[in-house]
């Protein structure tokens, strides 16, 4: 019979993992265990091997989980736990903790990773409406069984749940393979004002000197992501919640946190109006000298290409006020575009980055009439950028992210490689539903706004304006403006943005003080 520690591994539920939650591939390897690396941005240690998507409640479900956990790491069954968990004092460290942040008036209370329900329990004696989740179906129906909790099987956010007041997450984050997406899906349960209750082990407490536990922390089959205060303050960031308190959880190992969901104002959209009008004679200037600069050098015109009026968008809201001597720029999806043959020759590093290698020849036949120009390029896929951690000072991406079939992770490659304060400019064609747009085969199937805010917009690494875009209505004005027709471009080209890299980079301010 097949040994149960190993079923899942054999099962294929695990896959390599390679970066950090925050995006960075530049690790070194832990000192506390050779299955774990350390990321050079947020320092957060992750194992380097993770449960694959789809994976999480087959794991936390399969026959000999919970016999495995109390037969080789001497943990207690459930209902051992929920006695012991009521005598030790433990649920009342807990509940002090909670209320000292919570309103006079009990609300709703969410756990994910119930367990037992002890802590849930208590709760609904103080008047709390309570909910659990558990990621094991035969548990959750135990569970409520035996205590007439509301316990739903499944993984959050996967699994269905109330608006809260107060999200309880003991002993889970450090389980959870995508814990950005995790904790954002927290705050989005959560109503203004709510609190968020974290337990989880903290590698300041998981030091040899514990012996055993530092073992039973870094687990590689259970621990994703071990945390360090400064790599969690990082994440809850990123995640909009402000930590309130912290302290010694009950085990040596572990540590409390308690954090409020930050309210931010909404981003609306912007639409453009009366786009005409809004390419000053200074714009046109610019495309004239881009097609000028185009043409003497067998690059296409300007004038007959979509992203006419993209780059000087973008020139004007934020890349004109740069002093390019020296800066390292990356173009994704050069093809033809004159715009970074042009940088080089305001003193920019560039490299172009493409896909196809039949742009080679006119990229070398364009460097040697231009002589003395920093460009260089290669021929990668988007999704695996041959650049350092925080080496490129701005990136640019016109008509380019539509056409990946990870658009998710094509941002997150641009987010690794910019410098703190770098600059992302990038625009894609999106498609709303209610516009009846159609697209060519080739263009892949373009973004909506809100695809484009889940992929692009909510990337850890950039700080940002509100999204423009370009609705029917202006593309339409503008192409009569230009004098072509609109049977030519059956799309909306979208949201011309310019997302800006967070100032102060990945080293932040600490709540813990240190």
Known sequence: MMNAMLQPVEAGWFEVADRCWCGGRSTTP???????????RCGAHFATRRLKPG???????????????????QHPTLWE??????????????IQGISRHVGP??????EVGCAEGTLLLRLRKLGWQTVGIEPDAETASAVQARTGLDVRAGVFPDVAAPSCDLFIACDVLEHVPAPLAFLRAAR???????????QLPLIEKAQPDFGHMTDKVFDPQEHVFIYSREAL????????????????AWRRAHEIVIARRIERPARPVRHLANLPQLFSREWTDFIDELNAFGASHGLRQFTNWSKLWEYPWLWRHGLSALDWRGRRVVDLGSEQSPFPWWLATQGARVTLVETRRDWIPQWESIRAKLGGVDVDWQIVDSCRLPFADDSIDVVTSLSVIEHQDDKALAASEVGRILRPGGRFAVSFDICEPTMGMTFPEWNGRALTMAEFEATIWNQPAFAHDAPLEWNREDIESFLRWHRQTAAHHNYVVGAAVLEKRRARGWRRFLPWGR
């Open 188 to 198: 989005a349960a959560l109503r203004p004002g709510g609190i968020l209750f974290l």
């Open 233 to 248: 303050a990082t994440l809850l960031e990123t995640a909009d919640f402000e930590v309130l308190e912290n302290h010694d």
């Open 81 to 94: 736990r929920q006695q012991l968990l009521e005598s030790d004092g433990r649920v009342e460290y807990w």
């Open 55 to 73: 994976c999480v409640e087959k794991f936390y479900s399969y026959e000999g989980y919970w016999q495995q956990r109390q037969q080789s790491k």
């Open 30 to 40: 832990s000192p506390h265990s050779a299955h774990y690396r350390v990321c050079a």
């Open 105 to 110: 008036n009990p609300g709703t209370a969410l």
